[in-house]
Every structure is written in structure tokens, then in C-alpha cells.
């Protein structure tokens, strides 16, 4: 058995997936499927490029998801990146908050070298997490 994460984008899946395979060196299945390969009368008309299933391999985890119309920010769920050297930490910070918001920024903690909060330009929420 494998627990995987599954998050719904309001309409960019697809772009914050090749973002995350560029700046986490995740790896995308080239398989998208998308809304227009199926029979979906909620979806909007021009909609049918939008992905309805998409998996991406980051690390030995996979994240999969897909565009839902009228999809919000997470909320109370973290993506969390527990990461090997403060410079990656750092590297990673500053990919995922270009026009992201910013919860908690990266530092030093009681309990990390690097921990961050924030959630990403994509709406997901994402905490980084280095620890010696």
C-alpha cells in the first residue's frame, strides 16, 4: 500500500506541474489526460486542453491532480519537502514563492536549520523542511 496526494487547480495543473518537474526535479508521466478525452457535462466548453488527471513523481511520492472549475486555495494540508542540505532548502524557497504568499519564511527554528510555510503561485501550500 502507498499514500499518494491528489490537489485540484483552478485551471494551471498542468503549468505547475511542469514547474514543480523543473525546480523539485520531480518527474512527470509524459500521460496527461485531459478533460476533453471524456464525457464531463460539468465541465465548461473550453475546458477541453485542461488536465483531468495528471501524476507527477517527487522523490518516492507521487502527487497527482487535475483542473476542477471554481477550485480553492488548500487549506489545513500541507505538500511538505523534507530536504537534504540548507542550500536545496533555500533554492526551493525561492522558486516556490515567486508570486506565491508566503506563511512563515524561511529560517531556522527550534526544530529545523530551514522551515518555511507558503503556498505556491499554483495554490497549493507547500512547507519546507530541513532538518541536521
Not at 31 to 51: C, E, L, S
Request: proline residues 7%; negative net charge.
Amino acid at each position: 500500500m502507498n499514500l499518494a496526494v491528489y490537489v485540484n487547480y483552478p485551471g494551471n495543473c498542468e503549468e505547475a506541474f511542469r514547474f514543480y518537474e523543473q525546480h523539485l526535479g520531480a518527474k512527470l508521466d509524459p500521460a496527461i489526460r485531459r478533460h476533453g478525452d471524456m464525457p464531463n457535462p460539468n465541465i465548461p466548453a473550453d475546458w477541453g486542453q485542461k488536465v483531468v488527471h495528471a501524476r507527477l513523481e517527487v522523490g518516492s511520492t507521487m502527487l497527482m491532480g487535475a483542473d476542477i472549475p471554481n477550485a480553492e486555495p488548500m487549506r489545513s494540508a500541507y505538500l511538505t519537502l523534507l530536504l537534504d542540505a540548507e542550500a536545496e532548502a533555500e533554492r526551493i524557497y525561492a522558486a516556490l514563492i515567486e508570486g506565491g504568499e508566503v506563511f512563515m519564511k524561511l529560517q531556522q527554528t527550534p526544530f529545523a536549520n530551514r522551515f518555511a510555510m507558503l503556498r505556491d503561485r499554483f495554490v497549493a501550500s507547500w512547507m519546507l523542511l530541513h532538518q541536521p
